[in-house]
């Protein structure tokens, strides 16, 4: 016995080794069947080089005990320790996978499956593997024999016999041969089918591919057809049994466990969709109702059991389709898309871990190598491989990715799936999540040879990889773009010319000669600025690939940088800035409106990488009072009238620019940021934003008349009031100002004079805000006045209190629910609100006259301004369950309810259409619909603006301008139609609700 407190030569060896439990190992050792092993130091070595010599050796003792006899385990431990190759192999295996460990205890005889020694150029195939599986003649034994197989493919693996690529390959040979194995035990079971039929198994995915896991479901499509002379229906219905028999040999679990579970969810339709189809149905599928990642899955399609010519007739058939897939519509986009889900649909707690499917994992690199193999494939039979490393290969091979970019992520690629092989191994579970725990993560390690601090080098390798992996399509699919055309460093393989066409016209580029002139122009010759921008335009380029206008988005960039370029901040704050480049890339290729305020102001780059981009102050609209004060300091710093409009002309555009991009930004979303998902808060900023920059720039614009023609000394006070959307809240981009005017002579001030200077101070603003410009308009619109057009422009106070007295008409009334003070005298302002609303929201509601007085009006306005030839149910204004619906619905209750309900005395809709709901004048349900209705109505308003750079109340009929109308409501490329079709669903269950609360029907 060792003393207390002192430590045995033994336990001293044992930690010097690499045991983390010593004290165990000890005791294990201490057992008189492992004398030789614990006197052995070659034996000691040898389980101190496994990833877990704790593992190893409880592995070896369980075998020694599971001998059946002392001469077997004499035998056994003579071999360990006379032949090296053993040694290391079953050792190496034993401290790899617990999985493995417990199958050699229960089958103790199969550690002579390692016994051979086999020469680092010799590797099993699909015959070898087969014959190791004969004379399995049950499920049961299938899978005894199949983990022996398994047991000398680890073996290789962990000894590096094989690297990671020949493990995936045998591993997929392992399943050819079981699935034959399979096939065989069904047709055997099921004579009388197998006489009916031939029956194909073709191999999708990574079996495939020749790249198959340790553990992971085995990816096929059946294929069937009748023998000659059988009926075709009881042919397939016998093809089916035999299918299903085989998936069930692999996949259920028995006293041996399971095979893997055999996956038929590719076929077409899914798992809706029959199990078994002939070739003929099979074709007819892809040709007519396939989607872009079917023909993507077919890339790695291989035939593996069952009939080999129908097998091969299936291939030859499909092939032909997958080299025309990058010709469909939308084909870069879908496949970007899938990606795109696949991420989302990973839990935000493993996403981190998520060795396969997460940013910077194993998919990244597989769905970039196939998007470039279907893209370039169609012309260049060399890419065609099913193997994700041949394929990347070949692609270097080819000029279509950089070789040094290939190298990298070659090695990345290895690692990674090196990773994802002994994280399996280990129980033989599916996974691809990076253990949490110490231990695991320590074994890993070791088992990748990270001996020292083996925790730390695994994580440290691990997020280099991942790092090089995740800026895979900037290295994979646009950087050969700009190689093409700038003349990188020579020795590195370019695309033709031909070839940089080809796959910007895949990435969606219209114009794809005009794009390679603007790379060139952006991105050539040796200077600091072309070197950032060969930094940034892989990356740009793929955002702007994502939009509706991938043309616009490149020229607008370069229109953008030619501008800004030798200022020194530009290219650095897209260079460091993530979100700024992003943030840029999509408000460029969004539509007109943000890039020609932008082309204007050039310097309002900088707002797009303030913050984050959206909760950060950089796009967040600002409050009306610090706006209000910088408009009016611009003001008094001007020389005169004209000259201070045009300063307040130019913050206007500034922070015109700012919403735009901010709700760009947030209905788009980006890369760290998903797209918003509140529509009403959305509609609700922007309206906010652009009437409170409305009534800043008029309040300005009012401030510079009266400073030039009066000094501080108007004879009147003066006040505007907004009148429609204006004083709603509710401005669009490209909405007219409707306002109205009011005067009251100051104290010693003659009417006359009052009412002159008044009316010079309209007139003059107006010409100001009209003067010729480049900037959006704005303009006054004074119609809601008393009278119309054929009333004076500026009225009295005393005046409008003689008006609504005595010839008020009940849409005058109705006008006024949205009136509010918006600039000048606030006193005034007041007063006038106080005149209106007993007008407004009169003491005994409105009656039956008014009543029908306000349905004919509506129904006048209906058919006497709907534009000729305009489609009703796509009038955003006019149209039914449109703006005017919603609002005159909401209105009429106003009216009705107003002076009991306090909280309907609002001038914005959506406050007023919710506090009648709170007040039980409307269902919840209703209220719901008109909002949902109203919200989708204005965004389209709003989304027709940003794109044609002008004001539209009906869907642009150009197929691009309509896309981008869809893409900034959320609908991606290809599905325009379902915006329609929700649309008019929205306004349709909208216009019933009208129908109900407003007309009484």
Same mark, same amino acid.
């Given at each position: 016995?060792?003393?207390?407190?002192?430590?045995?030569? $033994?336990?001293?060896?044992? +930690?010097?080794?690499?045991?983390?439990?010593?004290?165990?190992?000890?005791?294990?050792?201490?057992?008189?069947?492992?004398?030789?092993?614990?006197? =052995?130091?070659?034996?000691?070595?040898?389980?101190?080089?496994?990833?877990?010599?704790?593992?190893?050796?409880?592995?070896?003792?369980?075998?020694?005990?599971?001998?059946?006899?002392?001469?077997?385990?004499?035998?056994? +431990?003579?071999?360990?320790?006379?032949?090296?190759?053993?040694?290391?192999?079953?050792?190496?295996?034993?401290?790899?996978?617990?999985?493995?460990? =417990?199958?050699?205890?229960?089958?103790?005889?199969?550690?002579?499956?390692?016994?051979?020694?086999?020469?680092?150029?010799?590797?099993?195939?699909?015959?070898?593997?087969?014959?190791?599986?004969?004379?399995?003649?049950?499920?049961?034994?299938?899978?005894?024999?199949?983990?022996?197989?398994?047991?000398?493919?680890?073996?290789?693996? /962990?000894?590096?016999?094989?690297?990671?690529?020949?493990?995936?390959?045998?591993?997929?040979?392992?399943?050819?041969? !079981?699935?034959?194995?399979?096939?065989?035990?069904?047709?055997?079971?099921?004579?009388?089918?197998?006489?009916?039929?031939?029956?194909?198994?073709?191999?999708?995915?990574?079996?495939?591919?020749?790249?198959?896991?340790?553990?992971?479901?085995?990816?096929?499509?059946?294929?069937?057809?009748?023998?000659?002379?059988?009926?075709?229906?009881?042919?397939?219905?016998?093809? $089916?049994?035999?299918?299903?028999?085989?998936?069930?040999?692999?996949? &259920?679990?028995?006293?041996?466990?399971?095979?893997?579970?055999?996956?038929?969810?590719?076929?077409?339709?899914?798992?809706?969709?029959?199990?078994?189809?002939?070739?003929?149905?099979?074709?007819?599928?892809?040709?007519?109702?396939?989607? !872009?990642?079917?023909f993507q899955a077919l890339l790695k399609a291989r035939p593996v059991a069952g009939d080999p010519e129908l097998g091969a007739a299936y291939l030859a058939a499909l092939q032909p389709l997958v080299w025309q897939a990058a010709e469909r519509e939308n084909f870069v986009a879908d496949v970007q898309k899938m990606r795109r889900r696949v991420v989302e649909n990973i839990p935000v707690s493993e996403v981190d871990r998520e060795l396969k499917l997460g940013p910077g994992g194993?998919?990244?690199?597989?769905?970039?190598?196939?998007?470039?193999?279907?893209?370039?494939?169609?012309?260049?039979?060399?890419?065609?491989?099913?193997?994700?490393?041949?394929?990347?290969?070949?692609?270097?091979?080819?000029?279509?990715?950089?070789?040094?970019?290939?190298?990298?992520? =070659?090695?990345?690629?290895?690692?990674?799936?090196?990773?994802?092989?002994?994280?399996?191994?280990?129980?033989?579970?599916?996974?691809?999540?990076?253990?949490?725990?110490?231990?695991?993560?320590?074994?890993?390690?070791?088992?990748?040879?990270?001996?020292?601090?083996?925790?730390?080098?695994?994580?440290?390798?691990?997020?280099?990889?991942?790092?090089?992996?995740?800026?895979?399509?900037?290295?994979?699919?646009?950087?050969?773009?700009?190689?093409?055309?700038?003349?990188?460093?020579?020795?590195?393989?370019?695309?033709?010319?031909?070839?940089?066409?080809?796959?910007?016209?895949?990435?969606?580029?219209?114009?794809?000669?005009?794009?390679?002139?603007?790379?060139?122009?952006?991105?050539?010759?040796?200077?600091?600025?072309?070197?950032?921008?060969?930094?940034?335009?892989?990356?740009?380029?793929?955002?702007?690939?994502?939009?509706?206008?991938?043309?616009?988005?490149?020229?607008?960039?370069?229109?953008?940088?030619?501008?800004?370029?030798?200022?020194?901040?530009?290219?650095?704050?897209?260079?460091?800035?993530?979100?700024?480049?992003?943030?840029?890339?999509?408000?460029?290729?969004?539509?007109?409106?943000?890039?020609?305020?932008?082309?204007?102001?050039?310097?309002?780059?900088?707002?797009?990488?303030?913050?984050?981009?959206?909760?950060?102050?950089?796009?967040?609209?600002?409050?009306?009072?610090?706006?209000?004060?910088?408009?009016?300091?611009?003001?008094?710093?001007?020389? #005169?009238?004209?000259?201070?409009?045009?300063?307040?002309?130019?913050?206007?555009?500034?922070?015109?620019?700012?919403?735009?991009?901010?709700?760009?930004?947030?209905?788009?979303?980006?890369?760290?940021?998903?797209?918003?998902?509140?529509?009403?808060?959305? /509609? =609700?900023?922007? #309206?906010?934003?652009?009437?409170?920059?409305?009534?800043?720039?008029?309040?300005?614009?009012?401030?510079?008349?009266?400073?030039?023609?009066?000094?501080?000394?108007?004879?009147?006070?003066?006040?505007?009031?907004?009148?429609?959307?204006?004083?709603?809240?509710?401005?669009?981009?490209?909405?007219?100002?409707?306002?109205?005017?009011?005067?009251?002579?100051?104290?010693?001030?003659?009417?006359?004079?009052?009412?002159?200077?008044?009316?010079?101070?309209?007139?003059?603003?107006?010409?100001?805000?009209?003067?010729?410009?480049?900037?959006?308009?704005?303009?006054?619109?004074?119609?809601?006045?008393?009278?119309?057009?054929?009333?004076?422009?500026?009225?009295?106070?005393?005046?409008?209190?003689?008006?609504?007295?005595?010839?008020?008409?009940?849409?005058?009334?109705?006008?006024?629910?949205?009136?509010?003070?918006?600039?000048?005298?606030?006193?005034?302002?007041?007063?006038?609100?106080?005149?209106?609303?007993?007008?407004?929201?009169?003491?005994?509601?409105?009656?039956?006259?008014?009543?029908?007085?306000?349905?004919?009006?509506?129904?006048?306005?209906?058919?006497?301004?709907?534009?000729? #030839?305009?489609?009703?149910?796509?009038?955003?204004?006019?149209?039914?369950?449109?703006?005017?619906?919603?609002?005159?619905?909401?209105?009429?209750?106003?009216?009705?309810?107003?002076? $009991?309900?306090?909280?309907?005395?609002?001038?914005?809709?959506?406050?007023?259409?919710?506090?009648?709901? &709170?007040?039980?004048?409307?269902?919840?349900?209703?209220?719901?619909?008109?909002?949902?209705?109203?919200?989708?109505?204005?965004?389209?308003?709003?989304?027709?603006?940003?794109?044609?750079?002008?004001?539209?109340?009906?869907?642009?009929?150009?197929?691009? &301008?309509?896309?981008?109308?869809?893409?900034?409501? #959320?609908?991606?490329?290809?599905?325009?139609?379902?915006?329609?079709?929700?649309?008019?669903?929205?306004?349709?269950?909208?216009?019933?609700?009208?129908?109900?609360?407003?007309?009484?029907?």
């Open positions: 016995m060792t003393a207390p407190g002192r430590r045995s030569s $033994t336990f001293t060896r044992l +930690l010097r080794h690499g045991f983390t439990d010593p004290s165990a190992a000890e005791r294990l050792l201490a057992g008189e069947e492992l004398t030789e092993v614990r006197s =052995d130091p070659v034996l000691l070595e040898a389980l101190g080089a496994t990833a877990d010599p704790d593992l190893a050796l409880g592995g070896l003792v369980r075998l020694l005990e599971a001998q059946p006899d002392p001469g077997a385990r004499r035998g056994l +431990l003579d071999t360990l320790i006379a032949a090296k190759p053993l040694r290391d192999r079953l050792l190496g295996v034993l401290g790899a996978s617990a999985a493995l460990g =417990d199958h050699l205890a229960r089958h103790p005889h199969d550690w002579q499956a390692l016994v051979t020694y086999e020469p680092q150029d010799l590797h099993p195939g699909v015959t070898e593997f087969e014959r190791g599986l004969a004379g399995a003649d049950d499920p049961v034994s299938l899978r005894v024999a199949y983990r022996r197989c398994l047991l000398s493919i680890a073996a290789r693996d /962990v000894c590096g016999t094989t690297d990671v690529a020949e493990t995936a390959a045998e591993l997929a040979d392992l399943a050819t041969a !079981t699935l034959r194995a399979a096939l065989a035990l069904a047709r055997a079971a099921a004579p009388d089918d197998a006489a009916l039929c031939r029956l194909a198994v073709v191999a999708m995915g990574k079996c495939g591919g020749h790249e198959l896991n340790y553990v992971s479901d085995v990816d096929v499509i059946f294929v069937g057809e009748a023998v000659e002379g059988a009926d075709e229906d009881k042919a397939l219905r016998a093809a $089916t049994r035999l299918a299903s028999h085989l998936m069930r040999i692999c996949s &259920e679990t028995t006293v041996e466990g399971s095979i893997w579970p055999v996956d038929a969810n590719l076929r077409p339709e899914g798992r809706n969709g029959p199990l078994v189809r002939t070739l003929s149905s099979h074709v007819a599928y892809y040709q007519r109702w396939a989607k !872009t990642w079917e194993l998919r990244d690199v597989e769905f970039a190598v196939q998007l470039l193999q279907l893209v370039h494939g169609r012309t260049d039979a060399s890419l065609r491989s099913a193997t994700t490393l041949k394929a990347l290969q070949a692609l270097a091979d080819g000029g279509y990715v950089g070789r040094a970019d290939a190298v990298q992520l =070659d090695e990345a690629y290895r690692f990674l799936r090196t990773m994802e092989h002994r994280i399996q191994l280990y129980r033989l579970r599916r996974t691809h999540l990076v253990p949490e725990d110490e231990a695991d993560q320590r074994r890993l390690g070791r088992s990748l040879g990270l001996r020292t601090d083996p925790v730390a080098g695994l994580n440290r390798e691990w997020k280099r990889h991942a790092s090089v992996v995740r800026r895979l399509h900037e290295k994979l699919f646009y950087r050969p773009l700009l190689d093409a055309v700038a003349q990188l460093a020579s020795g590195e393989a370019r695309l033709s010319a031909v070839a940089a066409r080809e796959r910007l016209v895949a990435l969606g580029y219209a114009d794809p000669a005009s794009a390679l002139r603007h790379l060139e122009a952006l991105a050539s010759g040796v200077t600091r600025k072309a070197a950032i921008q060969r930094t940034l335009l892989p990356v740009l380029l793929g955002w702007f690939a994502d939009s509706a206008d991938p043309d616009a988005g490149l020229l607008n960039f370069r229109k953008v940088s030619d501008a800004l370029g030798k200022t020194p901040w530009y290219l650095r704050l897209l260079r460091d800035e993530g979100a700024a480049a992003e943030n840029l890339a999509r408000v460029l290729s969004a539509g007109r409106l943000a890039p020609d305020l932008l082309m204007r102001a050039p310097e309002a780059v900088a707002l797009l990488g303030d913050g984050d981009g959206r909760s950060g102050s950089g796009l967040e609209p600002r409050e009306r009072p610090p706006l209000e004060q910088e408009i009016l300091a611009t003001v008094r710093r001007a020389a #005169g009238a004209e000259q201070a409009v045009t300063g307040v002309r130019g913050v206007r555009r500034r922070e015109l620019f700012r919403t735009a991009a901010g709700d760009i930004v947030s209905s788009y979303g980006t890369e760290t940021q998903p797209a918003e998902a509140d529509q009403g808060a959305l /509609v =609700d900023r922007v #309206g906010a934003a652009v009437s409170d920059l409305t009534a800043a720039t008029l309040a300005g614009t009012l401030r510079a008349v009266v400073r030039e023609g009066w000094g501080d000394d108007l004879p009147t006070r003066f006040a505007i009031i907004g009148m429609g959307r204006f004083g709603g809240h509710e401005l669009g981009y490209g909405s007219d100002a409707d306002v109205i005017f009011v005067h009251e002579p100051r104290e010693g001030v003659e009417e006359r004079e009052a009412s002159e200077a008044a009316n010079r101070v309209v007139a003059e603003m107006r010409r100001l805000l009209q003067l010729p410009s480049a900037d959006p308009p704005l303009l006054i619109d004074a119609d809601l006045r008393p009278e119309g057009k054929s009333g004076p422009l500026v009225r009295t106070l005393k005046s409008y209190a003689a008006y609504y007295r005595r010839w008020s008409l009940v849409w005058e009334a109705q006008a006024l629910l949205r009136a509010e003070p918006v600039a000048g005298d606030e006193e005034l302002g007041r007063r006038f609100v106080e005149l209106i609303d007993p007008l407004r929201y009169p003491a005994d509601g409105l009656g039956d006259d008014a009543v029908r007085e306000i349905r004919r009006l509506k129904a006048r306005m209906e058919s006497e301004r709907m534009p000729r #030839g305009a489609d009703p149910k796509l009038h955003t204004k006019l149209g039914p369950g449109g703006l005017s619906d919603v609002e005159w619905t909401v209105q009429l209750l106003q009216m009705r309810h107003g002076s $009991t309900r306090p909280g309907l005395r609002t001038t914005r809709t959506r406050a007023a259409l919710a506090a009648a709901r &709170e007040a039980g004048l409307i269902e919840a349900e209703h209220a719901g619909t008109l909002d949902e209705a109203w919200v989708l109505a204005t965004r389209v308003r709003n989304a027709v603006m940003l794109v044609r750079g002008r004001a539209g109340d009906t869907f642009p009929s150009e197929p691009r &301008e309509l896309a981008a109308v869809g893409r900034y409501l #959320g609908y991606g490329p290809g599905h325009v139609g379902e915006l329609l079709d929700a649309y008019r669903r929205t306004t349709r269950r909208a216009r019933t609700v009208v129908d109900e609360l407003f007309y009484g029907a």
